[in-house]
């Protein structure tokens, strides 16, 4: 199993997209809260986005897929259905989700 990380975000290969998941409009995977980029989908034709809760899943259609980033290089997504990660930072006393 092939894992992709592009920056905060981690985005590794599943079976399926859940049944119960919900699309989601756009195509961004994660906004980044101290400069306003976002991981995102460059070309909405070639992806579809779902929620299944708090989890976040992506499917790729037909051709490769490129994550862009203003910080981070682009990488291609192979077609297929994935699980988006947001990185997680330790601290004992609360939970903290990275900031890119």
């Known amino acids: 199993m092939k894992i992709y990380r592009h920056g905060d975000v981690l985005i590794t290969p599943v079976d399926q997209v859940p049944v119960d998941a919900r699309p989601r409009q756009g195509l961004v995977l994660a906004y980044g809260e101290i ?3 976002a991981h995102r ?3 909405d034709a070639r992806a579809e ?3 299944a809760g708090t989890q976040l899943f992506l499917r790729v259609l037909g051709s490769p897929a490129r994550v862009v ?3 981070h290089r682009v990488i291609e997504l192979p077609p297929g259905n994935y699980r988006v990660w947001r990185q997680r930072e330790f601290d004992p006393r609360q939970d ?3 900031m890119d």
Do not use: Y
């Open 35 to 37: 400069t306003g980029h």
């Open 49 to 51: 986005l779902f929620e």
């Open 96 to 98: 903290l989700t990275v």
């Open 41 to 43: 989908i460059e070309t």
């Open 69 to 71: 980033h203003e910080e």
